[in-house]
């Protein structure tokens, strides 16, 4: 059952062949054995997670099922979800268990989905590693000496080690892409604004989008399906028609123009990667797809203006955090600004504390003009580049990550090269557009390798039938870590 | 590993000083010892030899992008929509009294 798509697992449980409860049971079990050691949940409540599957077995007896109903998710940390402890990873919010539910965890909930548990995730979703959780780092399960990338990292090593049926995610910066890449799985990030934001602790606002990570194509079409639309109480959801991401799963890619970055294949890049990515655009072409060769000139300029943007939003968004309504208290402080002070220096991790100084630095007094204006202008030639792209081709594949996961602690003390291994991923949050990642191979020391879909904007329903008839024609997605 | 050659320019390579550490780090309200500012100091500058980078482009004339989508912020109407969840928010505060959150006094 656990191989199974959630299609095929949403069938059987309407067939009543399995109940909820007996398949939440299975992977709660499957939890309380791996869980310890690859440390993929923060949270896990067996309990509030059993209530729900027996309510969804009650719908599935009254015959109201949809989709998703009785299929056990995990959930990342940074949703919050009413009487779930919320951490974002961060010492911050080690007791803040939430009043009220996310619009991503309404989504499920209203689907009669199970919440399996929190999973674990970089500190406030800052780093790409997994290793800035205040909870632990969170092990590969494909090598339980290496990271299972971030900042979804919990979500990823869940999905791989079969410890959910799929799980949500986010992504800012590649924190979608990067740990599917990494951990073997696929995942799908949005066009921005197409998934709300309502109650997914915020990092950097205008880039922050959440989506879903899974086995395959055509769970994450049925997830978004549930996890998308309008809402009201987030100010950038967009107000577009109701879409079935998954009406084009199964066309035929005869003709589909496939755009190759030069920029995304050029120094840095790991070559057991481009072996794995290169065959990938070879099976394509089998597929009946053109390949049509394009530039991303500014491409570099990514991670200069990322790390510029990204933390000066996230100075703004994380000033909530001061020890006064939830969260983290200092236990001494002389006075209220002391008591700010020490709330949000043992509070926040190193590079959140890291992130926030840049962020500060950069909106001060006489540095505006030189840093955060000069990145918005160069976020639009970002953006540009993009839409010259897309008159020549239609979908654009490369690399998700130049490397397959590193070791633990290898690049644990120079923030630098960390930064650098979001270059292919970092530049789609800049121009708000969709793009999603599939295990394409394996690279060196058997370590999976992904290859990145990049559409244009709401082009989702192109990018999962892209995806999907990959997956037909090959089999990567549905290999499984050994011991697992 | 990328092997990534930030762009040099003279004019705009920066160093960070102390005071300019200890000034972000108490605008950002953030404690530090001696030896943490110290510490940020040296990963802030090679953060920002990383940044320095975008001083060389041209950006003349291009308009600065402050959103993904090009569309309006949304009016809602001004009406309450929300119900009173005090006491539940309040149950997660670090300090309460009488429906009010606590602070060090601040005025005399």
């Known amino acids: ?484 | 590993m990328i092997t990534y050659r930030p762009y040099l320019n003279k004019e705009f390579a920066m160093s960070l000083s102390t005071t300019d550490v200890e000034k972000v780090a108490r605008l950002a309200r953030l404690a530090m010892t001696p030896a943490e500012i110290e510490t940020a100091r040296s990963q802030l500058s090679g953060i920002f030899g990383l940044i320095e980078e975008m001083q060389a482009v041209d950006t003349k004339g291009i308009a600065p992008m402050s959103h993904a989508q090009d569309v309006a912020q949304r009016l809602r109407d001004d009406k309450v929509t929300e119900t009173n969840q005090r006491e539940a928010f309040q149950a997660i505060a670090p300090q309460v009294e009488g429906g009010l959150y606590l602070v060090p006094q601040v005025i005399e």
Not at chain 1, 15 to 34: F, G, H, N, P, W
Not at chain 1, 89 to 96: A, P, Q, R, T
Not at chain 1, 443 to 468: C, K, S, T, W
Request: glycine share 10%; net charge negative; proline share 5%.
């Open chain 1, 1 to 484: 059952m656990i191989e199974s798509s959630l299609s095929q697992m949403g069938a059987a449980l309407r067939a009543k062949k399995i109940s909820s409860v007996e398949l939440t049971q299975l992977y709660l079990d499957r939890m309380a054995k791996l869980n310890p050691e690859l440390n993929a949940y923060i949270t896990i409540r067996p309990e509030a997670s059993l209530a729900q599957a027996k309510a969804a077995d009650a719908r599935i007896a009254a015959g109201t099922a949809e989709a998703l109903t009785g299929i056990p998710f995990g959930q990342k940390d940074i949703f919050c979800a009413k009487d779930w402890l919320t951490t974002c990873g961060s010492k911050m919010l080690h007791n803040f268990v939430s009043p009220y539910d996310a619009h991503v965890i309404s989504q499920f909930n209203n689907a009669g989905a199970v919440n399996l548990g929190k999973t674990n995730m970089d500190e406030f979703a800052m780093g790409s590693s997994n290793e800035t959780s205040h909870y632990g780092i969170v092990k590969n399960p494909w090598d339980k000496a290496r990271v299972p990338g971030g900042s979804s990292g919990g979500t990823a090593s869940a999905i791989a080690a079969r410890l959910c049926a799929a799980a949500t995610g986010t992504d800012t910066g590649g924190s979608i892409r990067q740990p599917a890449a990494l951990c073997g799985i696929s995942g799908l990030k949005p066009t921005y604004g197409v998934v709300s934001r309502y109650g997914m602790i915020a990092f950097a606002s205008s880039l922050d989008q959440a989506g879903p990570m899974g086995r395959n194509a055509e769970d994450l079409a049925l997830m978004l399906n549930t996890m998308a639309g309008f809402d009201e109480r987030d100010s950038t959801s967009l107000q577009r028609e109701k879409e079935d991401y998954a009406r084009d799963l199964n066309k035929p890619l005869n003709g589909l123009r496939i755009g190759i970055p030069k920029e995304f294949f050029a120094e840095g890049l790991g070559s057991d990667v481009a072996k794995a990515v290169e065959a990938a655009i070879a099976e394509y072409k089998k597929l009946g797809a053109v390949i049509v060769d394009i530039s991303l000139p500014n491409t570099r300029l990514s991670i200069p203006v990322y790390y510029v943007l990204a933390p000066a939003e996230a100075s703004s968004n994380l000033s909530r955090f001061d020890g006064v309504r939830y969260g983290y208290r200092a236990p001494e402080y002389t006075d209220l600004a002391d008591m700010y002070e020490k709330s949000r220096a043992q509070g926040f991790g190193a590079e959140v504390q890291r992130r926030i100084m840049i962020g500060t630095y950069v909106l001060s007094h006489g540095y505006y003009d030189a840093y955060y204006l000069q990145a918005q202008k160069i976020r639009r030639l970002i953006a540009q580049d993009f839409v010259e792209a897309y008159k020549h081709c239609d979908v654009i594949m490369g690399p998700t990550s130049p490397s397959t996961a590193f070791k633990l602690g290898e690049k644990g003390d120079d923030p630098v090269q960390m930064y650098l291994s979001d270059i292919y991923t970092i530049a789609v949050n800049l121009a708000g557009l969709p793009g999603m990642s599939i295990p394409c191979g394996f690279g060196d020391n058997d370590m999976p390798v992904g290859l990145q879909i990049i559409g244009n904007y709401f082009d989702e329903a192109r990018m999962l039938n892209v995806a999907h008839q990959y997956q037909l024609a090959t089999d990567w997605h549905s290999r499984a870590p050994q011991g697992i």
